[in-house]
């Protein structure tokens, strides 16, 4: 089993787990961004590890500007 990198709350009730391949797409690291900024998704400490490392800071950063 994958460890928890990053959870999405909709669908109810189960929700959304992201993976390893759908966060190397930077256009769902910018989604789930949106998501995190109304408080509907969390990204874990692994997550952040794993979005630094793949993606790098400055990358993340302006993904973040363009973010909701």
């Known amino acids: 089993m994958e460890e928890l990198l990053a959870f999405y709350v909709y669908p109810l009730p189960k929700g959304t787990e992201y993976t390893k391949e759908q966060l ?39 993904v973040n500007q363009k973010s909701g």
Request: proline fraction near 0%; aromatic fraction near 16%.
């Open 24 to 62: 190397k797409d930077i256009n769902i690291v910018e989604e789930l961004f949106d998501y995190a900024s109304i408080l509907e998704a969390c990204i874990t400490k692994k997550g952040w590890d794993y979005l630094i490392t793949v993606h790098g800071y400055e990358t993340l950063f302006n």
